[in-house]
């Protein structure tokens, strides 16, 4: 099967510093690839790199068969790539329903004087986006919300309204960024039974993050990242049992509790 996403070679700079250091790999469409290493191995700018945030010094970023390198990060979103960052960046006096409506922006076809003067097909771009976004809420479990205002939403259901946004467009490729940070056993262990769903729709799912209980129970394939540069790529399995990225990050792997069942697993740092 083709890669949905493919990086070759990336590198980018900031000054002296290296931050990413000629990254390679490959997403498959409807799999779950995890990026990990330390604080600072890059694996933030790896992102911005590949939806547009950051432009690249080296290398090439194809996407769905189209290389994207010098694509503007509106045009990748069309594409059908869609991203989460590390702290939710939502609309703190919109609705939960007007938030999740934001993402729904792609399916629309009026331009700005369509928006002013074509009431009627302005009508019906709004009505299908309310119904795109009910169904989205209702596909990540916080339907019951639709009118609470952002400012008011506790930090778990923050994390699932910018996944939720991000569903809204309909994307080919999920960028999540430590999507699983900062929540409850309870609130991890839902996050990971959405990501894997939203896999087995066939929705390829990219995602940082530091949480190895989460990491080893839904990926299919883990990129390890450090000081920039890949240090290993492979299996849960692989990684878990290579000894440089032991060395460099993950410490000691125990299998029980197995990952797919709890937030906390015994990792030893």
């Known amino acids: ?35 990990i290493g330390p604080n600072g191995a890059g694996k933030t700018t790896t992102f911005n790199l590949i939806n547009g945030l950051q432009r690249l010094n080296a290398g090439q970023v194809l996407f769905d068969g189209t ?16 991203r989460t960052f590390q ?32 009431v009627r097909r302005k009508r019906h ?9 009910e169904a989205v809420l209702a596909r990540v479990g916080i339907q019951d919300l639709a009118e609470l205002q ?37 609130e991890t262990a839902q996050m990971a039974a959405l990501v894997r769903s939203l896999a087995a729709e066939g929705i390829a799912v990219l995602l ?15 990129t390890v990242l450090n000081f920039g540069s890949v240090l290993a790529q492979g299996t849960p399995q692989q990684i878990a049992g290579n000894q440089e990225v032991i060395d460099a990050y993950i410490g000691t792997w125990d299998e029980e509790p197995h990952p797919s069942e709890s937030a906390h697993s015994a990792i030893t740092l």
């Open 1 to 35: 099967m083709s890669p949905l996403l493919e990086l070759r070679g990336v590198s980018r700079s900031f000054g002296g510093l290296q931050a990413v250091k000629n990254v390679s790999l490959k997403v498959r469409p409807g799999s779950i690839h995890a990026l």
């Open 87 to 118: 702290t939710p960046k939502l609309f703190e006096n919109m609705s939960v329903l007007e938030t999740v409506m934001c993402g729904c922006h792609l399916s629309g076809s009026l331009g700005p004087l369509g928006a002013m003067f074509a």
């Open 150 to 186: 952002c400012r008011n939403l506790a930090y778990g259901l923050r994390r699932l309204l910018e996944v939720a946004r991000a569903l809204a467009m309909s994307p080919k490729l999920l960028l999540l960024d430590e999507v699983a940070a900062g929540l409850n056993p309870t």
């Open 67 to 82: 290389d994207v390198t010098r694509m503007a990060v509106h045009a990748r979103a069309e594409r059908g790539m869609a």
């Open 208 to 222: 940082v993050e530091h949480d190895m209980a989460f990491v080893m129970g839904v990926s299919q394939e883990i």
């Open 125 to 133: 771009e709004q009505c299908a986006a309310l119904q795109r976004a």
